[in-house]
């Protein structure tokens, strides 16, 4: 919940060299801007991707405050972010709920980010793996291997988030492999080889780099460092 519609003018103004420098490197980048910047954003046609933080499960009907996924499409939004720590904790969202979310955004070819992660209890008592099976399990379940093309996945360990905590590249690196495991065993070794897994939690330009030489880590889900287009192409810059 950051940047007003000026503020986000100003960002694409100034995002050119780290467009520049995406392309150079063969790294892919976008932004997901909150509901009232999304087309201002969008229609500045910088060439990044430009991604919902959440969506709606249903196309249309009596559901006040929410955003429907045609709604998105009209204004030439095509991804989104799921079940992102912040959504499942101030907004009671569940996997079950997630899991309808992607159904719906496959079947409309939006593409998802899709978020896993475990507390800081949790993780203090050894049941990282248990959380993020189940998330990700109950989250993708019914999925049909080839429609894996359109799903992200995102590792975001909640104890790291905003606090300056960031997990070890071991850890991130652990994790994330486990991710790729689950995935061989629910959809099979070429959904796992070709799924692309970030690891989003404190990452910052000084740090993104160590993450990015990990194996089974394929980007990062980045958040206040993504915020001054100065910080943002340095992330790209030390990817």
């Given at each position: ?16 060299p ?32 430009v ?47 997630c ?9 409309n ?7 896993v ?106 958040g ?16």
């Open positions: 919940m950051n940047h007003l519609i000026g503020d986000a003018k100003k960002f694409t103004s100034k995002i050119g780290a467009v520049k420098k995406a392309k150079e490197k063969n790294i892919l980048i976008g932004v997901a801007p909150s509901y009232l910047c999304l087309k201002e954003v969008h229609d500045a046609n910088t060439g990044i991707i991604s919902a933080q959440d969506v709606h499960f249903a196309n249309h009907g009596a559901y006040t405050g929410f955003v429907s996924i045609p709604m998105l499409k009209d204004i030439g939004i095509n991804w989104t972010i799921l079940g992102h720590s912040e959504r499942r904790l101030y907004a009671d969202e569940t996997s079950l709920n899991n309808r979310k992607v159904h719906s955004c496959i079947n070819d939006v593409k998802v980010i899709y978020c992660g475990e507390t800081l209890t949790q993780f203090e008592s050894n049941l990282t793996n248990v959380i993020v099976k189940e998330q990700l399990t109950i989250g993708l379940m019914d999925l049909k291997p080839e429609q894996l093309k359109n799903v992200v996945i995102a590792y975001e360990p909640v104890w790291s988030i905003g606090t300056g905590k960031n997990a070890s590249e071991e850890i991130a690196q652990n994790v994330c492999a486990y991710i790729r495991g689950l995935i061989k065993t629910e959809f099979g070794a070429e959904a796992a080889d070709n799924i692309q897994i970030l690891y989003g939690g404190s990452v910052k330009p000084e740090n993104i780099h160590s993450y990015m030489t990990c194996k089974d880590i394929d980007g990062a889900l980045v206040g460092a993504s915020l001054d287009p100065d910080s943002f192409f340095a992330l790209v810059e030390n990817m």
